[in-house]
């Protein structure tokens, strides 16, 4: 079974700090994608990872950074975490254009 | 851009009887993916269609992609509680391009 693990279900932070989400997948896909969910909006794409040490700007990248280093583990970064970066926010990863698997989310509080 | 949107939002649902959920893009899909997201769980997938016209079916649930490719669906026969949760559709405009989410239809059953 591809497994996707999260660092983190939850988390609290503060407005202005730096925020690391990892995640990790044990299949070896090539794909990789952090969304952010929101009630009302679905998912919406932040970055994705075609391969190792490449990364693509999704629909809403403001405010966010990503790095893959190792093909199996990519992290998302808040540089500065805002209120309004208060989410669910789930990663996922796939092969070619098949099915992605997702993570269990974490949900992240900027108070 | 590609937008997904799918309707309704919600959907209560009596034990037993069908429902249907419908999504709709505002450009011609290469292919169409459907996840359900369980209460507090992540998005599993369920089915990709491809072909103009496709029907698939998954026990109870049966998948449709339009002849245009600019809409699916998903029909559910005598709802359980078990399909309770988020039904996201997410469709692809090109073969290698992103999946775009849509906001999901939240489906509630009732005994």
């Known amino acids: 079974d591809v497994k996707v693990t999260q660092s983190s279900r939850y988390l609290v932070k503060r407005t202005g700090e730096k925020v690391f989400l990892e995640c990790v997948q044990d299949?070896?896909?090539?794909?990789m994608f952090w969304y952010r969910q929101d009630p009302g909006l679905g998912l919406r794409l932040i970055y994705f990872?075609?391969?190792?040490?490449?990364?693509e700007k999704g629909d809403i990248p403001e405010g966010y950074s990503v790095s893959r280093e190792k093909k199996e583990r990519f992290s998302l970064i808040l540089e500065s975490a805002s209120t309004n970066q208060t989410s669910m926010y789930l990663c996922?990863?796939?092969?070619?254009?098949?099915?992605?698997?997702f993570g269990p989310g974490t949900r992240l509080t900027v108070t | 851009g590609q937008q997904v949107m799918q309707i309704p939002q919600y959907q209560h649902v009596q034990e037993g009887e069908d429902f249907t959920t419908y999504c709709n893009s505002s450009t011609t899909l290469s292919n169409i993916q459907w996840y359900k997201q369980r209460p507090g769980g992540h998005p599993v997938f369920l089915i990709q269609l491809v072909k103009s016209g496709e029907v698939k079916k998954q026990k109870r649930l049966t998948f449709q992609f339009g002849e245009a490719k600019k809409n699916s669906s998903l029909h559910i026969t005598a709802t359980q509680t078990t399909d309770v949760g988020t039904y996201f559709c997410a469709g692809r405009a090109d073969s290698w391009g992103k999946l775009q989410f849509g906001a999901g239809t939240q489906v509630v059953v009732t005994p």
């Open positions: 990872s075609y391969d190792v040490k490449m990364k």
């Open positions: 299949m070896d896909h090539e794909n």
């Open positions: 996922a990863s796939s092969t070619g254009v098949l099915q992605q698997y």
